[in-house]
Each structure stands twice: as C-alpha cells, then as structure tokens.
C-alpha cells in the first residue's frame, strides 16, 4: 500500500462491546460513555477486535465500498482519529486489545 506504514489500533482496554442486530454496542464504564456503530464502522470494529492490521481493513473496505484504496484509507483513518479520541481505540503500543 502507498503512503507508508499505518499505525497499528486496538480496541482501547477499558470498552467493551456486544453485537446486537443490526449494531455493535461500546461501552465505557469508567467515562460513562456508549456508542452504536452500525454499517462499514461496525465492520472496522469487528475486524479491530479480531486483530486485523489497518493495511488488510483498508483493502476490505475499498471493496465493502467501492471505492479506491486511496478513499478507503481516509476514510479509515478519520474513523479511527475520532475514535482515538473518543478513547475508543489506541495504538497497540499503548496496550489495546482485540
């Protein structure tokens, strides 16, 4: 993939998370915070939690899609820069799961 390596993001170790139909349901106790993610961002999430490098979710996601790998990208990574610092995901090197 062009434009360099991308970080590595997990799952933020204080949310935890349900699959319901149709969502996934975050919830963070400790803040007293809950998200619904629903469509491609629910998909991110799953393949987040499963371990999945950002590279492999930016190829999923062009073809979930239909868009170009380029597009993909950013829209992965303004996903997870919201996410970031909604406290939702970090980077594996602080500690995340998933």
Do not use: Q
Not at 44 to 59: F, Q
């Amino acid at each position: 993939m062009s434009g360099g390596t991308m970080l590595v993001y997990r799952c933020a170790p204080d949310i935890i998370w349900v699959k319901d139909s149709g969502h996934t349901i975050l919830v963070d106790g400790e803040a007293g915070c809950f998200w619904l993610l629903s469509g491609w961002k629910a998909a991110v999430w799953d393949l987040l939690s499963l371990g999945y490098l950002a590279e492999e979710i930016v190829r999923f996601l062009a073809l979930l899609l239909d868009v170009r790998t380029e597009m993909a990208k950013e829209r992965l990574l303004t996903i997870l820069d919201e996410w970031e610092g909604n406290g939702m995901v970090c980077s594996a090197a602080e500690g995340g799961r998933g």
